[in-house]
T-cell receptor, first 116, second 116 residues
């Protein structure tokens, strides 16, 4: 069973361009989470999605950031008009449908975004 | 809001020795989970150990064990017989176990070096 896959692993963008980060969850997982790791920091929650639904986006910046998890295909984290402060590692995690109160999140290898 | 604090930015240990990484957290909840994640240079987040707050017994996974002090809100990780492969960033994380809670809250991490 392949793990959570993220691509690209490294992404370089110039200020003002758009960045699209992709996440394919583990087989059988219908829940996806996005986290951001700034340099010298721990991971910070951004958004939680189920198929075709955003469940919790309380950690998403109000502007320029959006996320989707369509019925078919990977989850996409989209950053419009990137700025240098968006440079970070972006991690995706997935989990199976919830059983009780514990639902382990399995992490992908992350995408490192560098904004020039 | 919940917070997780790791007061040791860096630690080092001699190979085959034992090291303890510290973590404190702040929450008003009584039911929650605590985790230690390992992030090697590959940046892949790997779950090391998990503790349920309602369990008094400390979790153990092979060479990894925790000292969970609920009243003190302390959750330290002990690594016994340290190996070169243990060198990594270690993150302590918290998750409320109540319904509708999805976020993992991470500390800033401790960088562990293993000296041959």
């Amino acid at each position: 069973n392949a793990g959570v896959m993220q691509n690209p692993r490294h992404l370089v963008r110039r200020r003002g361009q758009e960045a699209r980060l992709r996440c394919s969850p583990m087989k059988g997982h219908s829940h996806v989470y996005w986290y951001r790791q700034l340099p010298e920091e721990g991971l910070k929650f951004m958004v939680y999605l189920q198929k075709e639904n955003i469940i919790d986006e309380s950690g998403m910046p109000k502007e320029r950031f959006s996320a989707e998890f369509p019925k078919e295909g990977p989850s996409i984290l989209r950053i419009q008009q990137v700025v240098r402060g968006d440079s970070a590692a972006y991690f995706c995690a997935s989990s199976p449908p919830a059983r009780g109160n514990y639902n382990e999140q399995f992490f992908g290898p992350g995408t490192r975004l560098t904004v020039l | 809001a919940q917070t997780v604090t790791q007061s040791q930015p860096e630690m080092s240990v001699q190979e085959a020795e034992t090291v303890t990484l510290s973590c404190t957290y702040d929450t008003s909840e009584s039911d929650y989970y605590l985790f230690w994640y390992k992030q090697p240079p590959s940046r892949q987040m790997i779950l090391v150990i998990r503790q349920e707050a309602y369990k008094q017994q400390n979790a153990t996974e092979n060479r990894f064990s925790v000292n969970f002090q609920k009243a003190a809100k302390s959750f330290s990780l002990k690594i016994s017989d340290s190996q070169l492969g243990d060198a990594a960033m270690y993150f302590c994380a918290y998750k409320y176990s109540g319904a509708g809670s999805y976020q993992l809250t991470f500390g800033k991490g401790t960088k562990l070096s293993v000296i041959p």
